[in-house]
């Protein structure tokens, strides 16, 4: 459609019905509908007018299965209806050009698609790594034109970059290979540009959930073909809201708490000759605690196990909310964020003991929400960055009051789980 169309299309409110069954939520249709036209004026204003698509792909939540993915386990995890949305055209100058909101220009020839260590970090690798690799993978590849607005926001533990990555590889999807790329594919294309031309060595469960939408049960024992099972969660069904609160902790110099945890773990699996945790049996570790102790310290024992017992509870409250029991559901997530803070030990650093932000943030979320009101957990890689709870809806605005009167105004969002990943919206 036309830029000037779309415009009045979606003014007259012809897209409403399509914005409700994306975001779920009445109260942000008019916030999405200016914030379309706003994006198809900004393209204009770029590019010109033109016959354009609109792509989206949601950020996501990790509800179960901390620090697993990296070591081969389970996790089972969520899209939003927080997105990442591209107003795009396809060009024949060979040159792709893509303005995000509050960023420059990037342009990327299609000519020279190589990996250069130069731009590691940016998002022109991000970019250059999608395209070489479906191109590698034998899809067609083509110049365009995009502007990019994005409400997930960077380093909420929200994956604002694996959104960014599925949207580009939903874009090549439409422009160029009559929507062919399937969503699993295009999550591995993400990771590896992540992985390979960004130079960030994440696994898989980031861009598996913003591509494939819904709650998702991913078992990554065979990481080249995970196993994948969607799984029906409808929260206003059960009362309750899901709330990811920024505790505004810095993230400086939190590298190294970072590395280790997937490097602890790896070296007791390395001490049975096997490179991930998922390759030996728990009863295995157990049986060697006092030796693995004296090599390697208690905390990649405690690490270790912490592993083992959170797949297993991914198991389980995935079983749980296919039988339909949330209750059950909520006390394992409730298990998983007593067992990061135990075991894992994720929610604060060591080496800045007096600043908690994210110990006090799920202090706070037990005070309100009272013994059978939720759960609460550490959210995602810990250490400064989010927590994640769900709330009963009766008690959302107090919910909110109490972390936002601490963290700042807007800290705390209430989320809906979508049920779309990476789309075209028309």
């Known amino acids: ?20 069954d994306i975001y779920l939520d009445s109260e942000k249709i008019e916030y999405q509908t200016e914030r379309y036209i706003s994006a198809v004026k900004a393209f204009e204003e ?61 342009t990327v020839s299609l000519s020279e698609l190589e990996k250069k260590p130069e731009e590691e970090g940016t998002t022109a690798a991000l970019i250059k790594g999608v395209i070489a690799r479906s191109e590698e993978l034998g899809y067609k590849v083509g110049s365009f034109d995009a502007y990019i607005t ?19 590889g939903n874009i090549l999807s439409t422009l160029y290979n009559d929507m062919s790329i399937d969503a699993v594919t295009i999550a591995k294309i993400g990771q590896y540009a992540e992985n390979i031309y960004f130079g960030k060595p994440c696994g898989l469960m980031d861009q598996m959930a913003c591509s494939v939408g819904s709650l998702c049960y991913i078992d990554f024992a065979d990481p080249s073909d995970p196993v994948i099972e969607r799984i029906g969660l409808d929260l206003d069904a059960v009362g309750y809201s899901l709330c990811i609160t920024d505790t505004k902790g810095s993230h400086a110099d939190l590298t190294p708490d970072y590395a280790a945890v997937p490097a602890e773990m790896k070296s007791v699996a390395e001490h049975f000759g096997k490179a991930v945790l998922n390759e030996v049996s728990e009863d295995e570790i157990i049986s060697n605690i006092p030796l693995l102790r004296e090599k390697l310290g208690d905390r990649a024992v ?44 994720n929610v604060y650093t060591s080496k800045d003991v007096e600043h908690q932000n994210v110990s006090l943030a799920l202090l706070i979320s037990e005070k309100v929400l009272g013994k059978d009101g939720g759960a609460s957990r550490v959210h995602g890689g810990g250490f ?40 075209k919206v028309m």
């Not at 459609?1 to 409700?20: A, F, H, V």
């Not at 994005?150 to 580009?168: H, R, W």
């Not at 009963?392 to 809906?416: F, H, M, T």
């Open 1 to 20: 459609m036309r830029t000037t169309d779309l415009k009045k299309y979606i003014l007259d409110g012809q897209l409403s019905d399509r914005l409700l």
């Open 46 to 106: 770029l590019f010109g007018e033109g016959d354009v698509c609109i792509v989206s792909a949601p950020g996501r939540t990790e509800v179960g299965g901390n620090h697993t993915d990296h070591q081969h386990g389970k996790v089972l995890a969520a899209s939003i209806n927080d997105d990442a949305i591209a107003v795009v055209s396809a060009n024949d100058s060979n040159i792709i050009r893509i303005k995000s909101e509050g960023y420059d220009m990037i």
């Open 150 to 168: 994005s409400d997930v926001l960077g380093g909420s533990g929200l994956s604002s970059s694996a959104a960014f990555e599925t949207v580009i």
């Open 302 to 345: 405690l690490r270790a196990i912490h592993f083992y017992e959170e797949c297993k509870r991914v198991d389980a409250e995935a079983s749980a909310l296919k039988a339909g029991d949330f209750k059950t559901f909520l006390e394992n997530v409730t298990a998983s964020g007593n067992s990061s803070y135990k075991y894992l030990q």
């Open 384 to 423: 400064a960055g989010t927590i994640q709870a769900f709330v009963r809806n009766e008690i959302i605005a107090e919910y909110k009051s109490a972390l936002d009167k601490i963290y700042g105004d807007g800290a705390c969002q209430v989320l809906k789980i979508r049920k779309y990943g990476g789309m």
